[in-house]
């Protein structure tokens, strides 16, 4: 069987140097806000080309926690693309904002930003772009629209670490972004993890104290805060992955380079590529109107594939208001999706077994 992600294999790469990590935190004694989590902080903002990274416990916090310090009053509006992991919009309506669903482009699976600015009020305090499935968002025209309209700009980058835009990072291509260190992303960690980036110093500052109870100063509370930390263990096996991060990254575009020269067949559509460094391939993600059969097929061929998303947000359940809602591309791209194996671990003669059956599909 060839697995959509052999995590344990992922993770015994960095076998010696995790546990030893792990052993140094747990001889210290100290295990949260010390100096593997300061440590990270400043590696990985230096990774991403910005000023600050503040540790929280997960993605979704870390989205959560840009938009309560932006202090957004409840009724603001938020532009997100239609087709994202629900903790995207969750993050918005949790803190009592309107989340506003746009449509995405069928070719890059990310927003279009040809139709944001239709969709901007009085009330819109923020554009969220979200760096799906690894390839950084065409930022020139959500820069220029930010501009004129005064808004932030806010990154969802929990599956695109390391990706570039214009030779800058993802984390460093708006006002403040959330990273997710859930441990099948890019950079994974061993449990929950997340971070901000941002070049914003009072954001910094707010969000500090934010995470840890409102509170810079033990038993003084600034804010009504919460406890969103990343843990000391967590934080040193993330450093120890961070120096492996763009080896990983490499290894993805490799195999997503082979699969696109030898992925050849009339009923199966490819990602588009903006440029080689755009992209760190999170997901492998290609389309076809025959999904379902697809599918069942590769399983009967022991392969194995997931679906990012079988059900767009605006069908969810939990979403009734936005029930009747139609978004034909969004729901196009739900419908067709299939993700391959992709991962630092998967071989070339498993990419090779894989396009060859894709071809007597
Ligand atoms: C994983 C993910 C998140 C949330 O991260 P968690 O750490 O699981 O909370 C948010 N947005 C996107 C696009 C993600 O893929």
């Known amino acids: 069987m060839i697995k959509f992600l052999d995590l344990a294999a992922v993770n015994a790469c960095y076998r010696p140097m995790i546990d030893e990590s792990i052993k140094r935190v747990l ?24 000023k600050h990274c503040i540790g929280v416990a997960n993605g979704l916090d870390a989205l959560n926690l840009i938009i309560n310090a932006y202090g957004f009053s409840r009724g603001d509006e938020v532009i997100v693309p ?32 040809d139709l944001i600015e239709s969709r901007i009020t009085s009330r819109t ?32 980058a929990a599956q695109a670490h390391g990706a570039c835009y214009q030779g800058k990072r993802t984390g460093n291509l708006g006002d403040a972004a959330g990273f997710s260190f859930y441990p099948g992303k890019n950079l994974g960690c061993l449990g929950d993890g997340g971070a901000v980036t941002t070049n914003d110093d009072a954001l910094a500052d707010k969000l500090r104290a934010l995470r840890n109870y409102g509170s810079h100063k033990k038993y003084c509370n ?3 805060g919460v406890n969103s930390r990343l843990d000391e263990i967590q934080a040193a096996l993330l450093r120890v992955k961070l120096e492996g991060l763009d080896r990983d990254n490499e290894r993805r575009r490799a195999i997503a380079r082979l699969y696109r020269e030898h992925i050849r067949h009339p009923r199966i559509v490819l990602p588009e590529l903006l440029s080689e460094e755009s992209h760190v391939w999170h997901l492998f993600v290609v389309c076809c109107s025959e999904r379902d059969r697809l599918q069942q097929y590769l399983i009967e061929h022991n392969i194995q594939t997931l679906i990012h998303y079988p059900t767009p947000p605006h069908q969810q359940p939990a979403y009734k208001e936005w029930n009747h809602l139609s978004l034909p591309v969004t729901e196009k791209i739900h419908r067709e999706v299939l993700s391959l194996p992709i991962s630092p671990v998967l071989t070339d003669l498993e990419v090779g077994t894989i396009v060859r059956v894709l071809a007597h599909f």
């Open 27 to 50: 001889d210290s004694g100290w295990y949260l806000l010390g100096v593997e989590c300061e440590a990270f902080e400043r590696e990985f903002a230096a990774y991403c080309g910005v």
């Open 82 to 113: 239609a087709n994202t992991y629900i903790a995207s919009i969750l993050a918005i309506s949790q803190n009592g904002c309107i989340p506003v669903l746009v449509e995405p482009d069928i070719q890059t699976y990310n927003i279009n930003p």
């Open 125 to 156: 305090k923020a554009i969220m772009v979200v760096h799906l499935y690894g390839q950084a968002v065409k930022m020139e025209k959500i820069w220029e629209l930010a501009r004129k309209y005064g808004l932030k700009v806010i990154e969802d």
């Open 222 to 224: 600034l804010y009504k």
